[in-house]
């Protein structure tokens, strides 16, 4: 017993430091996986942040995408210039020379792509379910769902944000996974633009009418299309919730004030 193997080494000691180390390589794993899309961190202007932080970009990996869609590779400077949408000073211009004043919209507001109506570069191509078919349908094209509780908004009068009656609800698009409606489909009258523009649901207020706050009547003909009247790509629905999300903020001089 006197030569037993461990017989005066702290058993103890050895697991809290083997636990030490295994946190600190977890943590370091976790935190260069996380770095794999947009880095290296880039300043207001897009020349290179002088501080990146205490962790390296992670080496090249590639992912293979589901149902055929191919592979990404990340990070990969060439996958982020694909999906840069522009440079800065192509939609935003300093109001002064410091660091820390306000940028505003260059041009339109609404189309510039910045402040509340930020959007970003996803694949112009519909979500996928698990089964590889779209998520987000119009109601219209299936006969599996139907409105169980609550208003159903088909037919009702369409109310911009200013009071104006734009059009009605000619359909919901849900998103069949999950049981969801997103998008309400708006039949646009011909002096607001005609044609058919989604709206996402949770821009609208429904009762007897519905409204939409962040929009006003002359905006509703801006309001993005989508390529298919079945299904709305990734871009499409980045686009077309920008576009109600830069309302907020744009629509209207006023709501660019603070409020006192």
């Not at 080496?59 to 800065?88: A, I």
């Not at 999950?178 to 044609?195: P, W």
Request: negative net charge.
């Amino acid at each position: 017993m006197e030569n037993a193997f461990f017989g005066n080494f702290d058993l103890a000691s050895l697991s809290i430091w083997l636990f030490w180390i295994f946190f600190a390589l977890l943590i370091y794993y976790l935190q260069t996986e996380n770095m794999r899309e947009g880095y290296p961190l880039e300043n207001e202007d897009g020349s290179p942040a002088p501080n990146q932080g205490p962790f390296p970009v992670p080496d090249k990996k590639t992912f293979r995408l589901p149902h055929g869609r191919g592979d990404v590779v990340v990070p990969s400077p060439e996958n982020e210039n694909e999906h840069r949408r522009t440079d800065l000073g192509e939609v935003m211009e300093a109001t002064a020379v410091p660091n820390g004043y306000p940028y505003e919209p260059v041009g339109d507001a609404m189309l510039a792509g910045v402040g509340s109506g930020s959007w970003t570069p996803r694949r112009d191509e519909p979500e996928l379910d698990g089964h590889g078919h779209a998520k987000i349908v119009p109601m219209a094209q299936t006969e599996s769902y139907h409105v169980s509780a609550g208003r159903d908004p088909r037919g009702l009068t369409v109310v911009a944000g200013d009071g104006e009656e734009v059009g009605t609800i000619s359909d919901m698009w849900i998103d069949a996974p999950e049981q969801l409606v997103r998008y309400l489909e708006i039949e646009l009258d011909e002096a607001h633009g005609g044609g058919k523009r989604l709206v996402p649901i949770h821009f609208c207020q429904i009762w007897r009418r519905v409204k939409i706050n962040s929009i006003y009547g002359k905006h509703f003909a801006g309001v993005p299309l989508t390529k298919s009247s079945t299904q709305i790509t990734k871009l499409e629905e980045e686009k077309i919730s920008a576009y109600y999300g830069a309302g907020i903020l744009y629509a209207d001089e006023k709501r660019a004030e603070p409020l006192l």
